[in-house]
């Protein structure tokens, strides 16, 4: 039998990293030190003469993606409503979507169309890497989004708030576009994948529970791999891992980004998509680039750590 030769840890590592940079905008590569993952806080809404938010003058920068390691927009994920929810209440849904609608043209410039179901929205994008890049970036900032050829798909239900969720779903859309728009080489915009999977939705996961509960062990069994905790929060398409700190949870996350897997992080806590197929290949993906990933970090001896920011946010 052939030995197996001996891994050279600092050469993968250094591939690794490559990889990593090869999806960030030019300010993140090989920087770990000047990036924060502890959110600095958020603006306040501004309203203008007419008594509408003037959504185009709350923000005059963007704290940093949470793609690159930075703070997700939102601490918590902003999950999808069930359609039964939005057919209770058609006139607040309509009022929401218009909302939206206003808010995103005013600091995005896209437009929104009708979701593909009852409590998203859809919003087109100019290209299948666009779509692809915001995809991954918009997930890291804990909002629940979907994607059907170049349209995203961004939730939207009648109880959202515009001080609270519609708020978070616009930012979030301005803060990823922003850096897409003016911050990606040509060359970087032209990198897009498609995504390793996608997280279920509640509707999903509801119609087909037996191939959502095998999805979901094979990727709690990477988690028992690696000897990581789970995470004690519970989420309908997500499965989450505790991680010693959230420095050591924003390496992880880059690095799965490397594999096209949509992540996002709570703190400490890693969170990976729990898709509803029969097919075994994604979740499969998805637990093997966990393993491996989780394997050269804790054998290598040069883990890269952050610092807190002084970058101006």
């Known amino acids: 039998m052939t030995p197996t030769p001996p891994r ?8 690794l990293d490559e990889k990593i940079n090869a999806l960030l905008p030019p300010r993140y590569q090989h920087c770990y030190e000047t990036v924060s993952p502890t959110s600095m806080g958020s603006a306040g809404l501004i309203y203008g003469a007419d008594g509408q938010i003037a959504w185009d003058r709350i923000w005059t920068s963007f704290c940093d993606l949470a793609l690159a390691g930075g703070p997700p927009h939102r601490g918590r994920l902003l999950e999808p409503v069930s359609p039964d929810e939005v057919k209770a209440a058609p006139e607040r849904q309509r009022m929401v979507i218009a909302e939206i609608d206003r808010a995103v043209g005013m600091t995005s410039g896209f437009r929104v169309l009708d979701g593909y179901e009852p409590g998203w929205v859809g919003v087109p ?13 918009v997930t890291a900032e804990n909002v629940s989004i979907r994607r059907r050829g170049l349209v995203l798909q961004l939730p939207a239900g009648p109880a959202f708030r515009p001080e609270k969720e519609i708020k978070n779903l616009v930012v979030a859309l301005a803060k990823t576009s922003h850096y897409w728009e ?37 990727i709690e069994g990477a988690f028992r791999a690696s000897g990581l905790p789970s995470s004690s929060r519970r989420y309908v398409g997500w499965a989450g891992v505790e991680t010693a700190d959230e420095e050591e949870a924003g ?55 952050w610092r807190p920011s002084s970058r101006p946010r």
Not at 8 to 15: G, K, R
Not at 125 to 137: D, G, N, P, R, V
Not at 259 to 285: C, K
């Open 8 to 15: 050279n840890l600092a050469a993968e590592l250094a591939a």
């Open 125 to 137: 994008c100019t290209s299948e890497a666009e779509a692809s890049w915001l995809h991954l970036a």
């Open 182 to 218: 003016g911050h990606l080489t040509d060359s970087q915009q032209s990198l897009g994948g498609e995504a390793a999977c996608e997280a279920a939705s509640p509707t999903e996961a509801a119609a087909d529970p037996t191939a959502y509960e095998a999805a979901q062990a094979v």
């Open 251 to 305: 390496w992880l996350l880059r690095a799965m980004l490397v594999e096209r897997v949509p992540v996002r992080r709570e703190e400490n806590s890693l969170f990976l998509p729990v898709p509803a197929t029969r097919n075994p290949e994604p979740q499969a993906r998805v637990a093997q680039a966990f393993i491996h990933i989780w394997n050269l970090r804790k054998t290598s001896s040069n883990r890269p750590a």
